[in-house]
């Protein structure tokens, strides 16, 4: 299929940054080669590969995307109708439970005053956490226009955008919150690390920051491989395991509160990944007949999903952590 994207016409590579020999986590230069994989959600040219370091188990798109490379794919997946699908998951009343899950978590905390939720989209989380943060002011982050989209339909009270560790971005919200929020948010950032110092400066002292990510040592990535859909190629910069992002968070001087394997899980994997796979063997024309298999699947992710997030197929995880003060 010939690219859409204009910029794409002459290759992909000039959208890369050089590929680094070492891992962007712990420096280490024992890296293998995880999956290879071309863009299966839009089609578009080129193939990306996700390397893995052998000491940390840190996984990472390399050569990774430049800024101009992942801007443009975030474009094409905003303008896109894949954006139309993430939307249904998010508006669902599966979840919308899953958003108010997150939210309960922090019941048992002093109530924010002020809760910044970074990568907020149109601040679906926020609409889900006032059914039982009535008092709290909703504060949204988020690189494109639909923040200021959520602000307007009154979803959050303040709308900022662009990204958290940007320095005129931080120095606007450095030390305004109670809780900062980011929902599989990490995986799209360049630097990780560079993000989380950034969510603890908008923390007050002693404030709460609440993550979900992708679970890179979930059985499902090596069943499914390339279909797995937290890959997520081109636009999953890195999926970092559990211990790496718990051990960073303690060296900034984080308290560990809690670690939970069960309620991130997302009953998608099985359908996504057929998905993935009829879009890249049928015509354009044939998917719509194939959308009744996808539902059949679909409804047997939902069914396995109670014993799934209990096992090693769990495909994602929280932590909450408490800065010092």
């Known amino acids: 299929m010939p690219p859409r994207t204009p910029e794409l016409a002459p290759g992909p590579d000039r959208f890369h940054e050089p590929r680094r020999e070492d891992c962007p986590w712990c420096g280490s230069r ?46 094409d997946f905003y303008d896109g109708r894949l954006e139309d699908y993430t939307d249904r998951l998010h508006t669902t009343r599966a979840g919308r439970r899953r958003h108010r899950a997150a939210a309960r978590v922090m019941l ?24 039982l943060f009535a008092y709290t002011s909703f504060d ?27 320095p005129e971005v931080l120095a606007r919200l450095r030390a305004r919150y109670d809780v900062v929020s980011m929902f599989h948010h990490l995986q799209h950032t360049p630097d990780p690390r560079a993000e989380l110092r950034a969510a603890l400066t908008a923390l007050r002292p002693g404030g709460h920051v609440l993550i979900d990510v992708p679970n890179p040592r979930s059985a499902f990535a090596w069943l499914l491989g390339k279909w797995w859909i937290p890959y997520g190629q081109p636009r999953h910069l890195h999926l970092m395991p559990l211990d790496n992002l718990r051990a960073e968070l303690e060296s900034q001087g984080c308290e560990i509160l809690g670690t939970d394997r069960k309620s991130p899980h997302m009953p998608y994997d099985i359908s996504a990944a057929l998905g993935l796979v009829l879009g890249r063997l049928l015509p354009k024309r044939w998917l719509r007949v194939a959308a009744p298999l996808v539902a059949v699947v679909a409804a047997l992710d939902h069914a396995l999903a109670p014993l799934l997030r209990r096992t090693p197929f769990s495909n994602a995880y929280r932590i909450v952590a408490r800065k010092g003060r």
């Open 108 to 131: 048992a905390l002093p109530e924010p005053e002020s809760w910044l939720d970074v990568g907020t989209g149109h601040a679906h989380f926020p609409r889900a956490a006032k059914e």
């Open 140 to 166: 949204g982050l988020d690189p494109t226009l639909r923040v200021g989209r959520a602000q307007t339909e009154g979803h959050i009270e303040e709308a900022h955008c662009g990204y958290l560790a940007t």
């Open 30 to 75: 024992r890296l293998r080669t995880r999956l290879r994989t071309p863009d299966l959600l839009h089609h578009r040219p080129g193939t990306f590969t996700v390397d893995q370091c052998r000491d940390c188990a840190h996984a990472f798109q390399n050569p990774r995307l430049s800024p101009a490379g992942l801007a443009l794919y975030h474009r």
